[in-house]
């Protein structure tokens, strides 16, 4: 059996999504969620990132502040900074994405049975 590699998370977007894309032009959107600790003051900021049509959802629908679930895999990976230094970035590459504030509820389902029907034509 292979590992298990999943997180269910839910909280508030910090800052709205930033939309790029690769020069094969898939778009990549990267977002963090701040997610309270229960029974304090304080708060972990997780970074997200989401690949094609979750990615143009994600941007075009998701603002600061929005309260939104995510669902992928943790992955940890390694670069080197502008100044030679190394380091580690860990983000969950989300695969699953649901708005939990109410009046972006309708069009959450809609966008992202649309993004399903676009995969299952790739």
Same mark, same amino acid.
């Given at each position: 059996m292979g590992g298990l590699n999943r997180s269910i998370l839910a909280g508030r *977007? &910090? !800052?709205?999504? +930033? &939309?790029r894309y690769t020069s =094969? #032009? *898939? /778009?990549? @959107?990267?977002?963090? *969620? !701040? %997610?309270n600790r229960s029974g304090s003051d304080n708060a972990e900021f997780i970074n997200c990132v989401a690949f094609g049509g979750l990615a143009k959802i994600c941007g075009e629908y998701l603002k $600061?502040?929005?309260?939104? /679930?995510v669902e992928g895999r943790l992955q940890i990976r390694s670069y080197q900074? $502008? @100044?030679?230094q190394k380091r580690?970035? @860990? #983000? &969950?590459? %989300?695969? +699953?994405?649901q708005m939990l504030d109410n009046?972006?509820? =309708? !069009?959450? @389902? $809609?966008a992202q049975e649309k993004a399903a !029907? +676009?995969? &299952?034509e790739l």
């Open positions: *977007l &910090v !800052a709205d999504p +930033e &939309v =094969n #032009e *898939l /778009a990549v @959107t990267h977002f963090r *969620l !701040a %997610i $600061k502040g929005k309260l939104v /679930a900074s $502008k @100044t030679g580690t970035s @860990t #983000e &969950v590459v %989300i695969d +699953e994405m009046k972006f509820y =309708n !069009a959450s @389902t $809609k !029907a +676009e995969l &299952v």
